[in-house]
């Protein structure tokens, strides 16, 4: 009989093989022949899963996304306070480990890449969406001072957290965790009536 | 008598036929013979220049550096008032037209480029330390508000400035030049008093 092999699990394994190749050679290093090689499987093996380097690196894109929705959303759901919520679903853009630093060089890897190739796709419509969600939520619980102005402070807080994910990256010493959670701490204490 | 041929104006030519390349078609195609070909000179024309491709990627990016670096300098020795250069200074560090929009693109791939490449450079100092400069100057003269704390103002300003970049080379058509120009503005009058 033969062996049944998971069919999604082996395809997520192929996916992280790829985030390791990019993150570690660049984009340009991707080839499918690089990628079976980094997930120990046959060139025929991986074609059997990806019949296409582009299907694989799309794949392997929005595997990144879900991830990183998937942890959004257990913050999301959790008892935490306003504040720390807000924080800790920041953090969770920016590099601040070895997991989320592979998945922003991987983003960074793929926008570029695609620009170039003339795909359309958009991969920032994430991000931008969720902020103003959570912008609107702010003002709808109360909590955005009444003086403030929601495209305004959608539009800075999408640029702050693209902007210190990309500082990250290039100086992940400086820009730490702890570092990080104080500026958006810093920032939405600013931006935000909480309760004491 | 052979043709005298200035030097450094061939050197920028290369430059520049390189950023169109870079631009064009990404990094892995900025290879020493398209870059001959885009400048019209032959490969040999080529590496008389410039021995080596890294030395001519090198020297691409650092014209980048020079030519944002000269026409802030312009702006900063201008006679506007404070809040109007202020936003002028911001809108060069972002791509607001075809000139930026290239070395923004070339910025990036250069960036990405050396951190696999290992050779150290710190790419990012420029812009960095040319924010804690204006934010000691603002406090200086009185303009940045009492309550204002320049760490994080430096960071905050740099953070957004890269993310308005980033976004503005993703989403040409939404961020345009006043939409990014009310933004700095907006962000200045926050965190500025300016005279009346």
Not at 103 to 127: A, C, N, Q
Not at 164 to 175: F, K, S
């Given at each position: ?129 969720f902020v103003e969600f959570l912008i609107n939520i702010l003002q709808e619980e109360g909590l955005l001072k009444k003086d403030r102005d929601k495209d305004f402070e959608a539009e800075r807080l999408y640029a702050l957290i693209d ?34």
């Open positions: 009989m033969p062996k049944i092999v998971d069919h999604n699990k082996r395809k997520e394994e192929i996916a992280k093989a790829t985030w390791r190749v990019i993150s570690r050679e660049g984009m340009r290093k991707a080839t499918v022949r690089n990628i079976a090689n980094e997930a120990g499987i046959s060139l025929g093996a991986l074609r059997y899963y990806f019949s296409t380097q582009e299907e694989l690196l799309i794949f392997a894109m929005k595997l990144v996304h879900e991830q990183v929705k998937e942890r959004m959303e257990k913050i999301f759901a959790s008892p935490m306070n306003p504040k720390e919520k807000l924080t800790a679903l920041m953090l969770e853009l920016i590099p601040y480990n070895d997991v989320t630093r592979i998945e922003m060089e991987v983003w960074l890897e793929f926008v570029i890449h695609y620009r170039k190739s003339g795909i359309p796709m958009k991969m920032t419509d994430g991000i931008r969406s902007g210190l994910a990309i500082h990250a990256v290039m100086e992940p010493e400086r820009l730490n965790a702890e570092r990080i959670r104080g500026l958006f701490m810093r920032h939405f204490e600013e931006i935000c009536d909480f309760p004491k």
